[in-house]
């Protein structure tokens, strides 16, 4: 089992920038996947920026070049860098860790799971 908290949102206007944080527990953060998704209201959630265990970064194509997405593993965290935001990045922000198969460190094994964090809200507006 893993747990997520997010931190880092509030009010912020078009311009401006926040940095999202989200603090992982109970298992071995280095073998997951982590991802920040998020969901506007009326809307589907959606992908927002991924970092793999090897610290390859994809992003959605409404976020390149404005937000970057990093990971500690030795302080279990991963941050969300979000510069230049928009109106239309309003939306509750959630975190996300991923283990897409089972992973053994020596005799102990980590079963597949899929795990959020509760969410923080962000709101661009002036």
């Known amino acids: 089992q893993v747990q997520l908290v997010e931190s880092g949102g509030g009010l912020v206007q078009p311009g401006g920038s926040l940095r999202l944080s989200c603090a992982a527990s109970?298992?071995?953060?280095?073998?997951?996947?982590m991802g920040w998704y998020r969901q506007a209201p009326g809307k589907q959630r959606e992908l927002v920026a991924i970092i793999t265990s090897s610290g390859s970064t994809n992003y959605a194509d409404s976020v390149k070049g404005r937000f970057t997405i990093s990971r500690d593993n030795a302080k279990s965290t991963v941050h969300l860098q979000m510069n230049s935001l928009k109106p239309e990045d309003t939306a509750v922000y959630y975190c996300n860790a991923n283990l897409p198969n089972r992973f053994c460190v020596g005799s102990v094994c980590y079963s597949p799971g899929d795990y959020w964090g509760q969410g923080t809200q962000v709101t661009v507006s002036s």
């Open positions: 109970g298992s071995i953060f280095s073998i997951y996947a």
